[in-house]
């Protein structure tokens, strides 16, 4: 029998261990879970968490850590054992939490305000004015609801004796919610019949609280309805997939700053039918970067006169700007005595003791008791890691006293906290549990009543080392989901599950932004894209292997043809184009840097599918993180030719799988027509491109190279059902260009387009829309005549291959014209009032 998880496990008397009592035993809240996580099998075990890694990977949960070069899309680190807290201790957190979000948001309705904390003393001006974070332009501003804290995060840790300390206070745009609402949706599917008989409290409430909280304070103009958006930096942020996860789930458009703009005293959204109102700012990037004009000036991420309209009160920015003042940690040693001015309370939670050096007689204390304690910086602007006094000898520690003394104000000391441990997982054992130090960051939010509502749990932060004294997810720490437990029923409530009125009800989607249109209508482009390469690479591939790697005519035909749509590079003069096709031929699939490469065009169809990740479906989603997934792992490997085959024929299954999304899973609004056109428009601008090079090549005319010509354009099989003989041109023409019920014709995406396009042709003009229609009358006209009596593989040009090349060219040239004028309508918003205003 399996010895217990107990056995080796670490247990310290100098940390509060969340599992353990002071004498080994296990906590009664603890019991049926470690009895239960005693009792699995290491195989099972292994299931479970190979479940956990799969899940991360395929929602592409990820957290990215700016200038690491292993940084990017970096997935989230989740143990599955959660934290678990009982319900008595949980109501006492959550009563402390609430009161310090309300005493909070008192705070900075007086600084912003009145004043009377700086009157009275009970703040010394230095430590508010002295620092970036108080905003003068916010002075006098009054928020709808008079609501400055809207959402709110506070850091807990443990004392020694299990007391909950505050570490930090985040206000200003704070992050971890959607974390550990996924977290938790894993957890759950890792551990369903603990999750059910513990009875944990659900999360959804939580949000449910915070929509309407935010719906309630919308400043609404007679018959509005509120609209709510969630302000993002973009895909560069670290927490980026937070931002689409949550705008997915509370069900509010994601926008960068571009997508809004201010006219009057309005914000609006910039949407494809037009400008729509915007109520609510769910902001997530940082108070300065949100107004050029009145704040930082050189953010290009803000909405030019966002401020003004915040002074109007005509929309309410959740946090409001200027929240980020009392961020600040040399704040926490003033708290107590505010809470009792401002509330008439005792602060409930106390924050680790600290000590700011503005102050005489704290500067003293920190210089006498400097070995026992941490520095930090005073204001959240300033960059510099905690200072940990007992690490520090001699000539830097000296250093490090001077720099204190020289600009008290600047810093703060606070006692060094021995975080509590907690079980973790061990990934490098095949059964054990090891103990590393957490934190919990807990959150609230304003609900419809004004009142602060406190997520029951939140985001547990687990430290990467057992001595660790920070925890940072940027450091490489993981996380862990927070069990709070219920004596009563657990609540049924979701958000997946809200009733609507009729007047709610939206059917058009027409309140797109042009930023997601603009992406849909790539991402449809860079879907068709890639598979394009994919095929012209894996018949080039096919050709050389079954030629044994010699240069065969049809290989030479192939690699001239990759050559000239822009897959394989051009030539250098004087080097035979055959010469080292095997290589060229692998790194146009692999290498993400070589222009037209397969790895660059999935590469850029993720870059699009990013930007509108909250449009698409899981498995969507699921589908484009496995392609990208499969190209990096098979990079890394040097594969030969019949692997590189292989992995192309994956690769056209995932993007089939990735077409039968955007026509199964989609709704048909206008981002949808709008993608769909991106594929149309490359698929046919591909196919008339190739068949016109194809026509033109001397080396085309080599055996065997029409049948590649039906592969590359995916219609070998259709022409084997039709025609029970050899290849050649005029039914391969006619299939390929001709014939309007091929998907892979030519003509048929041009009836395609037309059927899309139709109802935007008063919104961009008729000329596009009738050169396409004009290119493709004359394409259809063309007699076929001559191809009949053509010996093509005995002749180097032909007027009639020739003549035919020249209108597949036209219809190029037709789809590229249509294609810009889609662009200057919808995205770049230039139309013929724009052209004579810049032309005045």
């Not at 904390?117 to 006098?140: E, F, I, M, R």
């Not at 809470?339 to 680790?352: D, F, I, T």
């Not at 003791?353 to 005073?378: H, Q, S």
């Amino acid at each position: 029998m399996a010895r217990t998880l107990l056995a080796i496990y670490p247990h310290s008397g100098r940390r509060y261990d969340e599992m353990l009592m002071a004498d080994g035993n296990v906590r009664p809240h603890w019991r049926r879970f470690f009895d239960h996580l005693d009792a699995v099998s290491p195989e099972d075990m292994h299931q479970r968490l190979d479940f956990a890694d799969r899940r991360i990977l395929e929602n592409g949960v990820t957290y990215n850590v700016y200038a690491d070069p292993n940084g990017a899309d970096r997935p989230w680190v989740l143990d599955p054992v959660p934290l678990i807290i009982p319900p008595d201790e949980w109501a006492e957190v959550s009563s402390a939490v609430a009161q310090r979000a309300k005493l909070l948001n008192a705070i900075l309705a007086d600084l912003y305000g009145p004043q009377t904390l700086l009157a009275k003393g009970l703040l010394p001006p230095a430590l508010v004015y002295g620092q970036h974070g108080y905003l003068w332009p916010c002075q006098g501003v009054k928020p709808p609801g008079g609501v400055w804290l809207h959402h709110y995060a506070v850091d807990l840790a443990r004392s020694p004796n299990g007391r909950w300390w505050v570490i930090a206070d985040r206000m200003q745009a704070p992050s971890g919610a959607g974390y550990a609402l996924e977290n938790r949706l894993v957890v759950s599917r890792v551990f369903p019949e603990m999750f059910r008989d513990l009875h944990v409290q659900h999360l959804a409430d939580f949000f449910r609280d915070q929509q309407s909280g935010l719906t309630a304070l919308a400043p609404l103009d007679p018959g509005e309805q509120p609209h709510i958006v969630l302000l993002t930096p973009g895909p560069y942020n670290e927490t980026y997939f937070e931002h689409a996860y949550l705008a997915r789930y509370l069900g509010f458009p994601l926008v960068e700053g571009q997508d809004l703009t201010v006219r009057g005293d309005t914000v609006y959204l910039k949407t494809l039918r037009g400008l729509k109102r915007v109520h609510v700012i769910l902001r997530r990037q940082d108070d300065d970067y949100c107004d050029p004009l009145e704040l930082r000036g050189d953010s290009a991420l803000g909405i030019p006169g966002l401020l003004n309209v915040a002074r109007a009160g005509r929309v309410a920015i959740a946090n409001a700007l200027g929240s980020g003042l009392l961020a600040s940690g040399a704040l926490m040693g003033f708290l107590p005595a505010l809470c009792r001015e401002l509330l008439g309370e005792k602060l409930a939670m106390p924050s680790v003791a600290t000590w700011w050096c503005g102050e005489k007689p704290a500067l003293e204390f920190v210089k006498e008791n400097f070995d026992d304690l941490v520095i930090k910086p005073a204001y959240p602007t300033q960059r510099m890691e905690p200072v940990f006094g007992h690490e520090l000898e001699g000539e830097e520690r000296e250093e490090m006293l001077r720099r204190i003394e020289a600009r008290p104000h600047a810093y703060v000391a606070q006692e060094m906290v021995n975080l509590a441990q907690a079980p973790t997982w061990s990934r490098a054992h095949e059964r054990r549990l090891i103990a590393r130090p957490v934190g919990l960051r807990a959150y609230a939010a304003v609900n419809a009543a004004g009142e602060y509502s406190v997520m029951p749990g939140g985001l547990t932060r687990v430290a990467q080392g057992a001595g660790a004294r920070i925890i940072s997810m940027q450091r490489g720490g993981a996380s862990k989901d927070t069990w709070v437990l219920t004596d009563g029923p657990v609540s049924d409530f979701t958000l997946l599950k809200t009733s609507f009125g009729v007047r709610d009800l939206v059917r058009s989607g027409a309140n797109l932004s042009s930023r997601v249109v603009e992406n849909l209508f790539w991402l449809g482009r860079y879907s068709e894209r890639f598979d394009d390469s994919a095929r012209l690479l894996r018949v080039a591939l096919a050709r050389v292997v079954d030629a044994g790697g010699g240069k065969t005519p049809a290989v030479a035909a192939i690699l001239e043809l990759a050559e000239r749509l822009g897959v394989l590079p051009e030539p250098e003069e004087d080097v035979d184009s055959g010469a080292g096709s095997e290589h060229a031929l692998l790194e146009a699939i692999y290498d993400p840097n070589q222009p037209g490469s397969l790895a660059g065009g999935i590469r850029s169809l993720m870059w699009s599918a990013t930007h509108v990740r909250e449009r698409l479906s899981l498995d969507h989603w699921h589908s484009l993180n496995s392609l990208q997934r499969e190209q990096q792992a098979a990079q890394k490997k040097h594969p030969t030719l019949t692997e590189a085959i292989a992995f192309l024929d994956r690769v056209l299954l995932v993007s089939a799988s990735l077409n039968g999304f955007a026509m199964d899973n989609m709704t048909r609004d206008d981002g949808w027509r709008f993608l769909i056109v991106g594929r149309r428009l490359e698929r046919l601008t591909f196919l008339a491109l190739a068949i016109a090079h194809f026509l033109r090549m001397p080396s085309s005319r080599a055996p065997g190279c029409l049948d590649w010509l039906l592969e590359l354009a995916d219609s070998i099989i259709t022409y084997r059902s039709r025609y029970s003989r050899q290849a050649e041109l005029l039914p391969v023409i006619d299939l390929l260009v001709f014939d309007e019920s091929n998907p892979h014709g030519v003509l048929f995406q041009v009836e395609a387009l037309g059927r899309y396009v139709e109802r935007m042709a008063e919104e961009i003009g008729s000329e596009p829309i009738e050169r396409l229609q004009r290119a493709a009358r004359r394409l259809q006209r063309f007699p076929l005549e001559p191809l009949e009596r053509l010996q093509f593989s005995q002749c180097s040009c032909s007027a009639p291959c020739e003549d035919l090349a020249l209108l597949l060219d036209d219809l190029v040239a037709a789809a590229a014209a249509l294609s810009d004028a889609l662009a200057m309508r919808y995205f770049t918003h230039v139309g013929d009032i724009s052209r004579q205003t810049m032309a005045l």
